[in-house]
């Protein structure tokens, strides 16, 4: 076929289109069959991840920090003057740098992954 004038032309032959005369413009349609057999096997992967946040507390070192708060008061009622300020100084800061050790944050991560499989199709 002509693609210029769409007049019929003979696809095996190499010349010019017979009823306009240009060159170049041949077009040849041409059907394949062929059977086609397609098998497939597809596999799914999930991963998953699951995270929980919580506090711990420890016992020893709650304990630890009680006792210095409670007595610490009694520790400025028996030193005075200057030796009272630095003792209650020192007791604060010494609670000051154990309080973290009381309370613990945790992250708990779990991670995992199922595997599944799909069952494979066939096409005609």
Known sequence: MCRACESPMDPYRVEPCPACGRVGTKLVKHTLV?????????????????????????????????????????????????????TGLVVGILSLLLGPKAVVKVRKIERGRSDVPTSGSEHP
């Open 34 to 86: 062929a059977p086609l057999k397609v098998e497939a096997e597809l596999k799914a992967t999930h991963y998953w991840q699951r995270q929980r946040e919580f506090f711990e507390k420890n016992k020893g070192w709650t304990f630890i920090l009680t006792a210095i708060t409670l007595l610490s008061p009694f520790l400025g009622l028996f030193l005075s003057g200057a030796t009272g300020v630095v």
